[in-house]
């Protein structure tokens, strides 16, 4: 299909997507960006935020990702992030059971536990993925 876009998203727990789309719009460290079949390719770093992917005018799916890169050839787009969540079926309430429940386990540990590093980032992920849903 020449009009389309192939487009794939990977994470390093599993290809949340891969398939052929009309437009794919990301968030960029830089900004927002959109893309389109035929686009000129470059590759950008990526920021928490929603990656829309787009068919015709309507939305069809929205992931949620945690930084990453995004990579556009002539071949089409790929993201990979560091972390990704497809929003469909996430409940904002599920999302703050979690953060309640890893702001108890950073406070639990001692203020020099290597753990409370990636907890924290982690508590941090959630709550732009709370946003992101609440908005």
Known sequence: ???KLH???VSPAK???SGEVDQVIAPGTEGEFGVLVNHAPFMTTLKNGVVRVLEGDSVKMRIF???GFADVTPDGLTILAEEARNLDGVKVEEVQAEMEATLLKIQALDKDDTAKGALQAHFDYLESLKAALVH
């Open 15 to 17: 290809e949340l997507f």
């Open 65 to 67: 990702v945690r930084g």
């Open 1 to 3: 299909m020449a009009d």
């Open 7 to 9: 487009f794939a998203l």
